[in-house]
């Protein structure tokens, strides 16, 4: 769209992409953020929760630098490979959100990029 700022991002607090792609592309007032992974952090091979606290631990590190919180958080989709956990995580869904619901995608993979891998979490924010 003519006129419109696509800012492509990436951000030194993060691990390091693992491919061709930023960590986050802000057009206007949005900001799509790639999907997270615990890859590269100390929660890589733990439990889908701790995976998922290490995520929402980058998503908030995004969204500081970026001035804004959850509060912000449009919408996300989440990516697990086993639907046996969906109790595990809604309890963490619900710390990190504060009382903020995104909408939300809940989808059951076969596998990640990784065998260590066990959850990927996508999110949109308003900024």
Known sequence: MPGTA????TYAALPPAVGPYSHAV???NTLYLSGFTAFGTE???QSLEKQAHAIFEQIKTVASE???DMSSLLKVTLFITDFGQVGELRKVLAQH?????PASSLVEVSKLFSPELNIEIEAIFGV
Do not use: L, N
């Not at 696509?6 to 991002?9: G, W």
């Not at 959100?97 to 619901?101: L, V």
């Open 26 to 28: 802000k057009h206007d």
């Open 97 to 101: 959100y504060d009382g903020h619901f």
């Open 43 to 45: 929660a890589q091979g």
């Open 6 to 9: 696509i800012q492509r991002k």
């Open 66 to 68: 970026e001035g804004t």
